[in-house]
């Protein structure tokens, strides 16, 4: 009763959202190999679409749902560098909650409504699997992907945790998740939520995660993108 309550709340307080989908370029212009900007709903910034080098009308592809960390912008630069730019759809996602709820209101609910919002869309626009969903983001974002896979993992194929990790105690009743579903975390051996991405092993591991650990030697709060620190390969696979 509390959890329907609480939906309910979600929907009053973002009654005044739109759901459309609209592009403010032509619909020819989703191509393989590019990033398009998306007003999606009254959200502050708008999300980013990519299609990947290998996309292909005859099939249907599974889709990436990427938050970003504070201060930025949506965007699609991680998934994208460690796909290499092939094989999935991905979806840089914005926060639909800045700012608009009251004290007692759950976000996580009116963020996962969102998430279904948008994917309900981009299966109208695009080729994807909607059962095929995978989550994750750095930083706040890797947070967000965090209680995104306690309480709503049923909504996904598998999640990433990057520069985040777990805190105690729960801020919500979690829920088991698929015996053996896929969970990465990752996080700078020098990074400010190092702690939490360790207590993270154990808590998803007793959820039913199958989770692979990775540790960046060296660096502070980031991912690994080239250069001095290399791309992980736990996490491209």
Do not use: C
């Not at 360790?198 to 591991?205: D, E, P, Q």
Request: charged content about 20%; glycine content about 12%; hydrophobic content about 40%.
């Amino acid at each position: 009763m509390l959890a329907t309550m609480r939906i309910l709340t979600m929907v009053i307080l973002l009654g005044g959202l739109t759901w459309s989908f609209e592009s403010s370029r032509a619909e020819e212009e989703f191509l393989p190999g590019k990033e398009v900007s998306f007003a999606f709903g009254q959200v502050t910034k708008p999300l980013i679409v990519y299609l990947p080098l290998n996309y292909d009308v005859k099939k249907a592809w599974p889709v990436v749902f990427h938050y970003h960390g504070t201060g930025a912008n949506p965007n699609v630069s991680i998934p994208r560098a460690y796909t290499g730019g092939k094989d999935f759809v991905l979806v840089g996602m914005e926060y639909v909650t800045l700012g608009k709820l009251s004290t007692g209101a759950d976000y996580l609910d009116a963020e996962i409504l969102f998430l279904r919002q948008v994917r309900k869309a981009l299966a109208k626009k695009v080729h994807i699997i909607p059962r095929r969903s995978y989550v994750g983001g750095f930083s706040k974002g890797g947070w967000f992907a965090s209680e995104f896979a306690e309480r709503y993992s049923q909504d996904f194929t598998g999640v990433y945790i990057l520069g985040a990790g777990k805190r105690k105690p729960d801020k919500r009743r979690t829920r088991a998740m698929a015996k053996g579903m896929p969970l990465y975390i990752g996080a700078g051996h020098q990074d400010i939520n190092y702690f939490y991405s360790i207590v993270a092993i154990s808590h998803f591991s007793q959820l039913g995660a199958r989770v692979t650990y990775d540790e960046y030697l060296g660096m502070r709060h980031g991912i690994p993108m080239g250069g001095k620190f290399r791309k992980s390969g736990h996490f491209s696979q």
